[in-house]
């Protein structure tokens, strides 16, 4: 049995914080499992990210060229920092460090993707080997870079019909004659989150706002006819789109 060691780093659209989890991934004899890949959850924590973090990385796909390479090595710098508190406070040794960043672009159909939080700033202020840059070779090779995981679905996951993600962007992936099918669905909290700002709220906590709501039947349908729903697999969006089209 093999045993891999991982510290994951993720920020989402939603700018909550940066989430940092420690997991053990094993890899051999399975019995019934339909993957011989096999994980757990060990420690994992949420750090706020303060105003100015906020502000930054809010605005970042309308800052000039300078200010977004900038940000790019701080916000690197800024989780290596992080993850040495993590490990410090609850005494962990992990054999690496995977880290998606911060998307700030995602427009695979004119052929790039970027998010921030430079990896090799990651490794330096760690010392620790660092994964990153997980979108831009798919993209690169003509695909969508996103949903992220339906390779770790299929193998973690695969004894369930399928794998639904409710985050910035609802995404899913299921198998379907032998071939793992993934694409995004549509936005979630980035629609959520707007409303709840106008509404002077970080966020609709336990849904409250939106139980005192009914559905437009109007609105419903004009975001049902997007073209974005005609689509058929692969498919993605991202902020540019949500902005465009719902904003």
Same mark, same amino acid.
Request: positive net charge.
């Given at each position: ?15 909550? *914080? ?18 011989? %890949?096999?994980?757990?959850?060990? +420690? ?8 100015? %973090? ?21 916000? *690197? ?16 040794? &992990?054999?690496?460090?995977?880290? #998606?960043? #911060? ?7 004119? $052929?790039?993707?970027?998010? =921030? ?5 990651? =490794? ?17 090779? *003509?695909?969508? *870079? ?30 379907? +004659? ?28 336990? $849904? ?8 437009? &039947? ?14 058929? &697999? &692969? ?5 540019? %789109? ?6």
């Amino acid at each position: 049995m093999k045993k891999y060691k991982v510290i994951g780093i993720m920020s989402g659209t939603s700018l909550d *914080g940066v989430d940092l989890a420690y997991s053990v991934f094993k890899y051999g004899t399975s019995g019934r499992r339909k993957s011989n %890949w096999s994980f757990e959850i060990l +420690k994992a924590k949420t750090i706020a990210y303060n105003k100015e %973090w906020k502000s930054r990385l809010e605005n970042l796909d309308r800052a000039d060229a300078l200010a977004l390479v900038k940000t790019h090595t701080d916000l *690197g710098k800024y989780f290596g920092r992080l993850v040495k508190r993590f490990i410090s406070e609850y005494k962990l040794k &992990p054999n690496l460090i995977s880290s #998606h960043g #911060h998307t700030i672009f995602h427009q695979p159909e004119n $052929g790039f993707t970027c998010q =921030a939080g430079d990896g090799s700033q990651i =490794a330096a202020v760690t010392g620790i080997e660092t994964v990153c840059d997980f979108r831009t070779i798919d993209v690169a090779l *003509g695909g969508q *870079g996103a949903p992220l995981v339906p390779v770790g679905d299929q193998l973690l996951f695969g004894e369930y019909d399928f794998c639904l993600n409710l985050g910035g962007i609802a995404n899913i992936s299921f198998r379907e +004659k032998k071939k793992r099918i993934a694409f995004d669905i549509c936005p979630v909290n980035m629609a959520l989150n707007t409303l709840a700002a106008e509404a002077k709220i970080n966020f609709d906590k336990d $849904g409250k706002l939106a139980a005192k709501g009914s559905v437009n &039947p109007l609105l419903l349908d004009k975001l049902n006819a997007l073209d974005y729903y005609k689509k058929t &697999p &692969p498919k993605s969006i991202g902020k540019e %789109w949500f902005i465009k089209n719902c904003g």
